[in-house]
């Protein structure tokens, strides 16, 4: 007679403790609430307003605009309320480095090459600022005062 094993739920699995694994710092919120609030809004404009969306999709040269600023909207969207809650803080920061990679790399290179160093960096602050964010909260996780926290020591308790 076969036996089934009983699949433990996600929650208990040790790759889903790791990526919860989060330092106890509180002051991790103060981060995520500007990644998160930064990244949602920005997700936000590129559904509400062509320019911010489509437009500037069109103008950096990508092909199929429509489809690239409802691809990124949506992770900017999702990933920021992610971030926000503190929910799979590690999992949600990889799309967002990705994101600012590619901004970095596609509408700020130009300006270094055709308007020097410090024309780059003013332009780049704030992409510069989500992408460290981001490689901060995927390396230290959602902190104290996160889901992920409460979740972790919810199954502690257990």
């Given at each position: 007679m076969l036996k089934l094993k009983v699949v433990?739920?996600?929650?208990?699995?040790?790759?889903?403790q790791k990526i919860l694994n989060t330092s106890h710092s509180k002051a991790t919120v103060l981060i995520r609430l500007?990644?998160?609030?930064?990244?949602?809004?920005?997700?936000?404009?590129?559904?509400?307003?062509?320019a911010r969306g489509v437009g500037r999709f069109e103008t950096i040269?990508?092909?199929?605009?429509?489809?690239?600023?409802?691809?990124?909207?949506?992770?900017?969207?999702?990933?920021?309320?992610?971030i926000l809650l503190g929910l799979v803080t590690r999992l949600a920061s990889l799309p967002l480095i990705t994101i600012m990679i590619v901004a970095i790399s596609s509408t700020k290179i130009p300006i270094?090459?055709?308007?020097g160093f410090w024309a780059m960096m003013h332009a780049a602050r704030t992409d510069f600022s989500m992408l460290l964010g981001s490689l901060f909260l995927?390396?230290?996780?959602?902190?104290?005062?996160?889901?992920?926290?409460?979740i972790l020591?919810?199954?502690?308790?257990?």
């Open positions: 433990t739920p996600i929650i208990h699995s040790v790759m889903f500007m990644v998160g609030i930064v990244f949602l809004s920005e997700g936000l404009q590129k559904f509400l307003f062509t040269g990508f092909p199929s605009p429509e489809f690239w600023a409802s691809f990124v909207g949506t992770f900017e969207v999702l990933c920021g309320i992610l270094l090459l055709d308007h995927l390396i230290r996780g959602g902190g104290g005062w996160s889901v992920d926290r409460f020591n919810k199954r502690a308790s257990v």
